[in-house]
């Protein structure tokens, strides 16, 4: 798996960002988001029972992410048009504030190394990627237990202070 210092993967994959099929579908690659923070959080599959909890988490966080100059990015193996009719009958996805990218091809999830050998699919990845294209965060758990949304962002805050942050360092407090 790549870690912490490696350049995240050059990609170019399909996204979906809204809910009409004429207009929802558009190409999302390195240089789309050039200067930006990414977050980019991989889930296993669409049509799951985990992965929405934590994609709606990300999406109720988006404006703190927005706020800090960065973009979230959800991705699965699934195809685009799963996606897109995953988002169009979820409840909680119908207003989801980023896009949904398809790594179809697994070119993405193969790249990083976090193809799971039994399933095929993404594991449940979670990088943080600065606007050097260097991750400086890398987190996998187990495909059954969803991550922490809001611990995602406290660590975005702590890199991007630039600074040596202790141990459960929240935003405003004193850095070492």
């Known amino acids: ?10 990609f170019n994959l399909k996204a979906v960002s809204g809910l009409d099929a004429t207009t929802a579908f558009s190409d999302v690659h390195n240089k789309t ?6 977050v980019v959080f991989f889930y296993p599959k669409d049509f799951t ?7 709606k988490g990300f999406g109720d966080l988006n ?14 193996t699934d195809s685009e048009f799963v996606h897109l009719a995953w988002k169009q009958s979820h409840k909680d996805l119908k207003d989801l ?9 697994r070119s993405l999830t193969q790249a990083l190394g976090i193809a799971d050998a039994t399933e095929g699919v993404a594991q449940r990845a979670t990088f943080i990627v600065d606007p050097g294209n260097v991750i400086r965060f890398a987190m ?5 237990v969803g991550r922490n949304p809001a611990e995602v962002l406290r660590v975005l805050d702590a890199l991007q202070t630039d600074e040596l942050c202790p ?8 850095t070492l």
């Open 140 to 144: 996998v758990t187990d495909m059954n």
């Open 167 to 174: 141990c459960n360092w929240k935003k405003g407090e004193d």
């Open 33 to 38: 988001y050039e200067g930006k923070w990414l």
């Open 1 to 10: 798996m790549l870690s912490i210092g490696q350049q995240f993967p050059h």
């Open 97 to 105: 504030p980023f896009p949904m990218v398809s790594d179809i091809n």
């Open 63 to 76: 404006k703190d992410f927005k706020d800090r100059d960065t973009q979230v990015l959800a991705v699965s």
């Open 49 to 55: 029972f985990v992965c929405p909890t934590e994609i």
